[in-house]
């Protein structure tokens, strides 16, 4: 039977519901708190009209949101596409078009960012994390009065849950896509073949979790041995400002 990348989430907060998962500056998150937060963020995006299958970019550096909002995504069966905040509006606007994605999730710290990119491509629709655009969406703000129950959907190994744009040695942008069956294939092959983890242990993850680091967060959520150790996570730009109550 095929291994998917919800059903990882979904087991890895069962294990330890109340050790500390994340801690980002001085604020702390259980293994429970990121499953509800990401329930609540999923059942937001899903009363914004996003639905499963839909293509929705983030554009967000490290921060307290940038777990909970990558599993809520995953929780709603959209197919993410993070943007590297380093990039020009015009190479974001081409992976957006690429994509076919229509929305976009910003931090507050890149709204200009994102609305030099709506000017750029007028139907694009901004949701902001602790942020709006022209009275648009705060989804932060829109998920604290949804359910901690996660959406009820049902999902296939080949199923896309990322398209990740990368640049190898041509210096060319070009995608790659994830898929259920592999996002959960990876997060295997991590814990057999590139990193022994003990309970207790503290990852801390300094570079953008857009990039190959981020790899590092599922198996340190599912894995039994592993679920008693928490990711540090290091802001990739600027410093974001407080959580949303679970």
Request: proline residues 5%; hydrophobic residues 40%; aromatic residues 6%.
């Given at each position: 039977?095929?291994?998917?990348?919800?059903?990882?989430?979904?087991?890895?907060?069962?294990?330890?519901?109340?050790?500390?998962?994340?801690?980002?500056?001085?604020?702390?998150?259980?293994?429970?708190?990121?499953?509800?937060?990401?329930?609540?963020?999923?059942?937001?995006?899903?009363?914004?009209?996003?639905?499963?299958?839909?293509?929705?970019?983030?554009?967000?550096?490290?921060?307290?949101?940038?777990?909970?909002?990558?599993?809520?995504?995953?929780?709603?069966?959209?197919?993410?596409?993070p943007l590297n905040s380093r990039l020009?509006?015009?190479?974001?606007?081409?992976?957006?078009?690429?994509?076919?994605?229509?929305?976009?999730?910003?931090?507050?710290?890149?709204?200009?960012?994102?609305?030099?990119?709506?000017?750029?491509?007028?139907?694009?629709?901004?949701?902001?994390?602790?942020?709006?655009?022209?009275?648009?969406?705060?989804?932060?703000?829109?998920?604290?009065?949804?359910?901690?129950?996660?959406?009820?959907?049902?999902?296939?190994?080949?199923?896309?849950?990322?398209?990740?744009?990368?640049?190898?040695?041509?210096?060319?942008?070009?995608?790659?896509?994830?898929?259920?069956?592999?996002?959960?294939?990876?997060?295997?092959?991590?814990?057999?073949?590139?990193?022994?983890?003990?309970?207790?242990?503290?990852?801390?993850?300094?570079?953008?979790?857009?990039?190959?680091?981020?790899?590092?967060?599922?198996?340190?959520?599912?894995?039994?041995?592993?679920?008693?150790?928490?990711?540090?996570?290091?802001?990739?730009?600027?410093?974001?400002?407080?959580?949303?109550?679970?």
């Open positions: 039977m095929t291994t998917t990348y919800l059903e990882l989430i979904n087991r890895g907060a069962k294990t330890y519901p109340d050790r500390t998962a994340i801690v980002y500056q001085d604020q702390s998150f259980t293994f429970r708190q990121v499953d509800e937060l990401s329930s609540q963020l999923a059942n937001a995006m899903n009363a914004a009209g996003i639905k499963q299958g839909d293509c929705i970019a983030l554009l967000l550096n490290n921060g307290p949101y940038s777990v909970p909002v990558d599993f809520a995504c995953v929780k709603t069966g959209i197919n993410r596409v020009s509006i015009s190479e974001h606007a081409k992976m957006l078009r690429d994509t076919g994605a229509k929305r976009i999730l910003f931090g507050a710290d890149l709204a200009a960012h994102a609305a030099a990119l709506k000017a750029e491509l007028p139907e694009l629709e901004c949701l902001g994390v602790e942020s709006s655009l022209d009275g648009g969406i705060d989804l932060v703000e829109q998920a604290r009065s949804q359910s901690c129950e996660p959406p009820q959907i049902t999902v296939q190994g080949d199923d896309v849950v990322a398209t990740l744009f990368i640049s190898g040695t041509t210096g060319t942008l070009k995608a790659a896509q994830h898929t259920q069956a592999s996002y959960a294939a990876i997060c295997k092959n991590v814990l057999m073949n590139v990193i022994s983890v003990e309970h207790n242990d503290a990852m801390l993850h300094a570079a953008s979790l857009i990039h190959a680091s981020g790899v590092f967060v599922l198996p340190l959520t599912w894995f039994p041995p592993c679920s008693k150790c928490c990711w540090a996570i290091l802001n990739s730009k600027i410093p974001m400002s407080r959580p949303c109550a679970t």
